[in-house]
């Protein structure tokens, strides 16, 4: 399993209908709007870093509202 947690960026004053939409996806485990830098951090996972690399850009990526995301993926983790 491969896991990342997402930076998402938003489309001024969209954050509350784009992470509604987020938490539909699949493989998105979680989703919040937060303050500061970001307006969501979303936590995703995937069997396999083909199909974390299909969430992230086809999934996330493609929400109406989402201007940039920032993905750090994990490397040590339970």
């Known amino acids: ?3 990342a947690y997402e930076f998402i960026n938003c489309d001024a004053g969209k ?3 784009v992470v509604r939409v987020l938490r539909k996806i699949k493989g998105l485990k ?5 303050t ?3 307006d969501i ?3 995703v996972e995937a069997p ?3 199909d974390l ?3 992230i850009i086809s999934k996330i990526q493609g ?3 989402v201007g940039r995301t920032v993905t750090c993926i994990v490397v040590n983790g339970n």
């Open 36 to 38: 500061g830098l970001h």
């Open 15 to 17: 954050a509350e209908l």
């Open 53 to 55: 690399t299909k969430l």
């Open 30 to 34: 979680q989703a919040h709007v937060v």
């Open 48 to 50: 396999t870093m083909k």
């Open 1 to 3: 399993m491969v896991a």
């Open 63 to 65: 929400t109406k509202g």
């Open 41 to 43: 951090i979303a936590y």
